[in-house]
Antibody, heavy 119, light 106 residues
């Protein structure tokens, strides 16, 4: 069965960076993309960007460009999210999700990783 | 960016009620519209993709309709496990989510 398993919760100070991992299993990793979505406490869902697991092409939303990098390791079927220069408003649960083809729906999600940014 | 709105923001309903949630896009998105359900502490779950296609394993009481700018999610008869927050998401261009509609118990 398809599973996305994310790394554990993180606590970081403002200005630091964080790396969240998402290990995929149960499907051919390179046949799908991975989207990253975050959710601040009590708020809605914010799409952060997408990476192709096939060729590594990535797209980041404008307000995160320069601070975010998405990558994949096809040898371990793992996607990574790297966010730098953390601010308090980056405190959120971060989700990875399998991104399906041209229709771009997110059919399987990781369990979420809480990143807390606090001094 | 394409903006998504949802109405109502929240609603109170009873088990067995028919519930309709509306999602509107700021420009035409054809049928590139998906619906998700999220329960507190859990990841979102895909319900409907491409406006009206039911995701595998999702009960048939959920249905979606619409195209262009206006879309609806309907729950034909509310079950206790359906009390949750529902989000629409467009995939016509860079993905954006609606603000969510919370369905709670009357």
């Amino acid at each position: 069965q398809v599973q996305l398993v994310q790394s554990g919760a993180e606590v970081k100070k403002p200005g630091a960076s964080v790396k969240v991992s998402c290990k995929a299993s149960g499907y051919k990793f390179t046949s799908y993309g991975i989207s990253w979505v975050r959710q601040a406490p009590g708020q809605g869902l914010e799409w952060m960007g997408w990476i192709s697991a096939y060729n590594g092409d990535a797209y980041y939303v404008q307000n995160l460009q320069g601070r975010v990098t998405m990558s994949t390791d096809t040898s371990t079927s793992t996607a990574h999210l790297h966010l730098r220069s953390l601010r308090s408003d980056d405190t959120a649960v971060y989700y990875c999700a399998r991104d399906v083809g041209e229709l771009r729906y997110l059919d399987y999600w990781g369990q979420g990783t809480l990143v807390t940014v606090s001094s | 960016d394409i903006q998504m709105t949802q109405s109502p923001t929240s609603l109170s309903a009873s088990v067995g009620d028919r519930v309709t949630i509306t999602c509107r896009a700021s420009q035409s998105i054809s049928s590139y519209l998906n619906w998700y359900q999220q329960k507190p502490g859990n990841a979102p779950k895909l319900l409907i993709y491409a406006a009206s296609s039911l995701q595998s394993g999702v009960p048939s009481r959920f249905s979606g309709s619409g195209s262009g700018t206006d879309f609806t999610l309907t729950i034909s008869s509310l079950h206790p496990e359906d009390f949750a927050t529902y989000y629409c998401q467009q995939s016509y261009s860079t993905l954006t989510f609606g603000p969510g509609t919370t369905v709670d118990i009357k």
